[in-house]
């Protein structure tokens, strides 16, 4: 078993993204993530084929990947909710050229500068597009440290897998974080990129990188090839952890910071003898819609945890189809949801739909 070492969130992501073969990072300073540029400078000009560039503004870094990610090389860039808005057109250009990268947000609370304190405001942004156009992008989210490095790696080869960006969605919280974590071992990529902007030695056809498609007929035809390879990952890549769901009667949905806070308060729960159990979507696009939809045969009720006004409960109501009501236990602007917060939303609940006092 591999050693432990004790990281914060941001550089256990640095230190999985170097050893999931990506040497070329670019990127922008901001709060919550800054310590995770600062990794990348101070490790990759050490290192042979490393690049690291503090672009001028976030939308020059995005763009500077858009160039690396076509010539095949693993590329990433990081950055916090405004940032993460100036890179939009970039990331729309990414996925309108079928190149995979990778887009860490580790999320503060908005809109505008709003805070530098945790948030998950950004799921709408992340989940629904972003940017301009017919696009998804995979979009991961950390519960842990652990989980941190563990989904970086697993990022790079989703994106390489399907041609296509993957985000690892953070609130402020998990990179701030200090936790023991088993890194992953050193890989690279092994998937052949034939499509890659390298020069042909005048062996091959040109490549070319573009999103511009004039002709509306092939526009559609590539907009409906790439929709098809969304769908093949959200038949093959949603993920998920279950939690105490066997006996559940109560279910709660809620990732990040905000599932570790569920978990404590169903376990003070549990001791109540409320049967509630826990779906934390790992993956928040593809989203769990069938474990949600399976859950709801079961259980009387959902409730959406989150930090922010309420986007996920959007998602959890669409999977679940009406058959149980869905409530919202939330704080927003860098404030967390606490344990008594979310027994006293669960109780609420227990009581509209069974009855009675609390």
């Known amino acids: 078993m591999a050693e432990k070492v004790l990281m914060k969130g941001n550089e256990a992501i640095a230190e999985a993204a170097l050893r999931a073969g990506c040497l070329?990072?670019?990127?922008?300073?901001?709060?919550?993530?800054?310590?995770?540029?600062?990794?990348m400078a101070k490790r990759l000009p050490k290192m042979e084929g490393g690049v690291f560039l503090q672009a001028e503004s976030e939308i020059s870094a995005i763009n500077m990947v858009y160039g690396v990610a076509s010539t095949g090389?693993?590329?990433?860039?990081?950055?916090?909710?405004?940032?993460?808005?100036?890179?939009?057109?970039?990331?729309?250009?990414?996925a309108g050229s079928d190149l995979p990268a990778v887009i860490v947000n580790v999320q503060r609370g908005g809109p505008g500068l709003g805070g530098i304190q945790p948030s998950q405001s950004d799921y709408f942004q992340a989940t629904k597009g972003g940017g301009h156009g017919d696009y998804h992008l995979i979009v991961l989210t950390p519960s842990s440290v652990q989980e941190m490095?563990?989904?970086?790696?697993?990022?790079f080869d989703l994106a390489d897998k399907y041609r296509c960006p993957a985000m690892l969605l953070a609130d402020g919280t998990m990179g701030q974080m200090m936790e023991p974590v088993a890194l992953p071992e050193p890989h690279k990529s092994i998937i052949e990129k034939p499509w890659a902007v390298t020069g042909t030695q005048m062996k091959r056809e040109h490549n070319?990188?573009?999103?511009?498609?004039?002709?509306?007929?092939?526009?559609?035809?590539?907009?409906?090839?790439?929709?098809?390879?969304?769908?093949?990952?959200?038949?093959?890549?949603?993920?998920?952890?279950?939690?105490?769901?066997?006996?559940?009667?109560?279910?709660?949905?809620?990732?990040?910071?905000?599932?570790?806070?569920?978990?404590?308060a169903i376990t003070m729960m549990r001791k109540y003898g409320l049967?509630?159990?826990?779906?934390?979507?790992?993956?928040?696009?593809?989203?769990?819609?069938?474990?949600?939809?399976?859950?709801?045969?079961?259980?009387?009720?959902?409730?959406?945890?989150?930090?922010?006004?309420?986007?996920?409960?959007?998602?959890?109501?669409?999977?679940?189809?009406?058959?149980?009501?869905?409530?919202?236990?939330?704080?927003?602007?860098?404030?967390?949801?606490?344990?008594?917060?979310?027994?006293?939303?669960?109780?609420?609940?227990?009581?509209?739909v069974e009855g009675g006092a609390r």
């Open 275 to 352: 049967k509630v159990g826990l779906i934390r979507p790992i993956t928040v696009w593809p989203f769990p819609k069938k474990a949600i939809k399976d859950a709801a045969d079961k259980v009387k009720g959902f409730v959406s945890v989150e930090l922010s006004m309420g986007q996920m409960i959007e998602d959890v109501r669409l999977a679940e189809e009406c058959k149980r009501p869905v409530v919202l236990c939330n704080r927003a602007g860098g404030m967390i949801p606490g344990v008594d917060q979310i027994i006293a939303v669960t109780k609420d609940l227990v009581c509209s």
């Open 73 to 94: 090389k693993r590329v990433m860039t990081s950055s916090s909710s405004p940032g993460v808005s100036l890179k939009q057109e970039g990331i729309s250009y990414i």
């Open 24 to 39: 070329h990072y670019f990127g922008y300073p901001i709060t919550p993530q800054t310590e995770l540029t600062a990794y």
């Open 208 to 264: 070319i990188i573009n999103s511009l498609y004039l002709q509306p007929e092939i526009l559609e035809k590539t907009n409906f090839d790439r929709f098809e390879r969304y769908r093949q990952i959200e038949e093959n890549e949603v993920r998920y952890e279950s939690y105490l769901m066997d006996d559940a009667e109560y279910c709660i949905v809620a990732f990040g910071i905000a599932a570790r806070v569920a978990k404590n």
């Open 149 to 155: 490095a563990d989904l970086t790696s697993l990022a």
